[in-house]
């Protein structure tokens, strides 16, 4: 069992969670209620994580993000470290990959509360903050949940991005899905299994858990 | 301090002038698409028009042409939407609590009580909106609307979504409210009864423009143009010619196609000058039933179908001169033979003098004599 590889996994998972929530949040909230020409390009383009071949996407941060793209330089010269193969990078690639998981649920959500709603709200004096947070924000929960358990779940998973991005370096940048896959080629097959047993309870329970709560959330706003 | 609206735009379209008295309720009253709710949105703050100007007294709203657009909360408004748009994760006392976080905490509570006491919702501050009755949740959302103490309140349709005999209940606690509260109150609303028993002021629009305003009772009765009288739900408009004036009796004399009818003086027309005119279909009575048949306003008819509505008679009659055009009438069914009402028998009624309201003649279309039926 490589408990670097899960240590470093979990910690990606629960850094770009709390990053890319709120980032998340706020652009579902901009496309649930904002018309304007141009919106279907730029869902699209928060989707197409969804389509892209995680190697094509992995290619292109690796791309901007190394020595001698600006990005790379400029991170470079201000932290002394390269971006590409580093931790830090892999939280950048983490967040772009994930932002349809974080984004669709919560737009759906947004989008199912009723307009009127959102308008009394504004009528009773409050501000768009605190429309957000004691009226949006409480109603579109079970799709809040869904994009954290989605976020969180699929970053533990990802392998050709983080290949792409990471390498493979041990306490750097190896998660447990590229460990996974370093034990089954060197046919280490007991802790690959288990290694993969670990990684798909976590994600059963997890998912398993947020639906189970999101049923309970909407049975009882359906008996409301 | 009235509330002036004044809005233009597009799409809707809408080019309305509107004056909100203070302290009265104004119904404004349209058919669907009319524009109602866009101007009641725009007064919120919750639409803004591609211009215009809404103004509560000293204090500009809205106003393009000097940049000035107030959020809803920085306007001194309560609505009360169509549905009521309550918050459903909220008890009754959480969605009144809701209208008063710039509060501290430790007071809302006790507002938000006697909110809901003087709407008559007490006892259920603990209930979610789906555990309310359709009643209750509209007393909820009044509650809610009024305990900032708005100046204005925005009632859209308040009225649809409840039973005739509820509604009876809230009309008078509308009016009980207003009594207390002294607030300025506009009233949305497609109900012309509603209107009528709720509002001292009264609004018309239609495709996006005032037909009409006025106070609620002149409106009514006198309708100043054919668009008017039909928003009014008047069947019987009609065009004639001026044929003279009887300053004497103090009478306008009309020609209806070869029809004399005498209506009070309106001297705004010229001999032989074209003018609308109405009358409510319950001023048109059968002759026998008020006397001989003889005096002014005679017209000699044919009924054309019959429909009776509980005790009442409503009559589709061809005048013998003008036997293209309907002429309504209603009528207790009491007050007329059985066998002198029937469809095919000619009849000869007595179209009220006073009745006869004379009105600016509008487009051709907008006349019962276009519209034979």
Known sequence: ???????????????????LLPIGIALARWLATSHFSGRSWIEGLLALPL???????????????????????????????????????????????????AVQPVQRALEAIDPDVREA???????????????????AWPGVLSAAVLTFAHTLGEFGVVLMVGGNIP???????????????????????RMSLLLLTLSFVTIAVSYGLSDRLLRRRRRR | MSLLV??????????????????AITSVVGPSGSGKTSTLRAIAGLWAPSSGRVAFGQQVWYDTANGIRLAPRDRSIGVVPQRYALFPHLTALG???????????????????????????????????????????????????????PRVLLLDEPFSSVDRSTRKHLYAELKRLHGELGCTVMLVTHDLDEAALLSSYLCLIRRGRLVQAGPT????????????????????????????????????????????????????????QRMDWVINHTEVTPADASGPASGDNLVRATIRDIVTLGDDLHVRLAPGAAPAFTLHMKVSRHAVPHQAVAPGLPLTVRLTPSAIVTMTPGDDTETGDRHPE
């Not at chain 2, 004044?6 to 302290?23: S, Y």
Request: some cysteine.
């Open chain 1, 1 to 19: 069992m490589d408990w670097d590889a899960i240590r470093l996994s979990l910690t990606l998972a629960g850094w770009t969670l709390a990053i």
């Open chain 1, 51 to 101: 389509v892209l071949p995680p190697t094509v996407l992995g290619y292109y941060l690796l791309v901007a993000m190394g020595g001698s793209s600006s990005v790379g330089q400029w991170f470079q010269a201000i932290t002394g470290t390269t971006l590409a193969f580093s931790f830090t990078g892999l939280v950048l690639a983490s967040l772009l990959f994930n932002l349809p998981f």
């Open chain 1, 121 to 139: 709200a504004l009528c009773c004096g409050m501000t768009t903050w605190q429309t957000l947070l004691r009226v949006e924000l409480p109603l």
């Open chain 1, 171 to 193: 306490g750097e940048t190896r998660t447990v899905a590229l460990a996974i896959y370093d034990r089954a080629q060197s046919f280490d097959q007991v802790a690959a299994g």
């Open chain 2, 6 to 23: 004044h809005v233009r735009h597009d799409r809707p379209p809408l080019n309305l002038r509107l004056e909100i008295p203070e302290g």
């Open chain 2, 95 to 149: 969605n009144v609590e809701a209208a008063l976080l710039h509060l501290p905490r430790a007071t809302r509570r006790a507002q938000a009580e006697a909110a809901l006491t003087r709407a008559h919702v007490a006892g259920l501050e603990g209930r979610y909106p789906h555990e309310l009755s359709g009643g209750q949740q509209q007393r909820v959302a009044v509650a809610r609307a009024i305990v900032r103490e």
């Open chain 2, 217 to 272: 009772q002149g409106v009514l009765a006198r309708p100043e143009s054919a668009e008017a009288a039909r928003l009014l739900d008047h069947a019987n408009i009609f065009r004639a010619v001026v044929s003279g004036h009887d300053w004497d009796r103090r009478q306008t004399v009309l020609d209806w196609h070869g029809i004399r009818l005498v209506t009070p003086l309106d001297d705004r027309f010229a001999p032989g």
